[in-house]
């Protein structure tokens, strides 16, 4: 079965401090997106990776950062973390072509206070 | 620029009725069309998707959806809801033109009551 898995289901931290949200998917897959969930404002797309070594900024980069230095595993960084990025964070992963569905991991709620 | 919209933040329907959730897209070229489920304390799981051919689309757990061009839709349809069913729904498009990921709606919360 496939799968991506997220490193932390819960994870509390405190104002400034470095945080590390780790993705790892078994499918082989090209792509991989970081989208932070909140709700009324559903899914938004903080960023994402066509290729190893290769990101791009979705709608909302400000404050965070990614590496991708092999294809499975895909890092989101909270460089210096703050409350208002208290939020669930959803990794996901697909093929490179466009019509194939994305695959989600089961996402990390992280708690900054 | 491709976007997506659920205008309903919360639908409630009796057991046994049938249900619709809507979605409404714009985008330049074709859309690709997906909804997702999510159920509590979970990731998002795959329902549906329509790239091209027929409009009537069915998917996972008996849901279907209505591909419209001309009303630039895709709702979400279930002909007899359960309770089980309950969960939050996710629109979500891709354009054909161009490589931008995947927009997802806002989100309906589906309440299905005994």
């Known amino acids: 079965d496939v799968k991506v898995t997220q490193s932390s289901r819960y994870l509390v931290k405190r104002t400034g401090e470095k945080v590390f949200l780790e993705c790892v998917q078994d499918?082989?897959?090209?792509?991989m997106f970081w989208y932070r969930q909140d709700p009324g404002l559903g899914l938004r797309l903080i960023y994402f990776s066509y290729d190893v070594k290769m990101k791009e900024k979705g709608d909302i980069p400000e404050g965070y950062s990614v590496s991708r230095e092999k294809k499975e595993r895909f890092s989101l960084i909270l460089e210096s973390a703050s409350t208002n990025q208290t939020s669930m964070y959803l990794c996901?992963?697909?093929?490179?072509?466009?019509?194939?569905?994305?695959?989600f991991g089961s996402g990390t709620q992280l708690s900054v206070l | 620029a491709q976007s997506v919209a659920q205008p309903e933040d919360q639908v409630n329907v009796a057991e046994g009725n049938p249900l619709t959730v809507k979605c409404t897209y714009s985008v330049s070229g074709n859309p690709y069309l997906f909804w997702y489920v999510q159920y509590p304390n979970r990731g998002l799981q795959f329902l549906l998707k329509y790239i091209t051919g027929d409009n009537l689309v069915k998917g996972s757990y008996g849901f279907e959806a209505e591909f419209n061009k001309s009303q630039t839709s895709f709702h979400l349809k279930k002909p007899s809801a359960l309770v089980s069913d309950s969960a939050l729904y996710f629109c979500?498009?891709?354009?054909?033109?161009?490589?931008?990921?995947?927009?997802f709606g806002k989100g309906t919360r589906l309440s299905v009551i005994a």
């Open positions: 996901a992963s697909s093929p490179h072509d466009r019509g194939e569905k994305l695959f």
């Open positions: 979500a498009v891709r354009d054909s033109i161009g490589n931008t990921p995947l927009v």
């Open positions: 499918m082989d897959h090209e792509n």
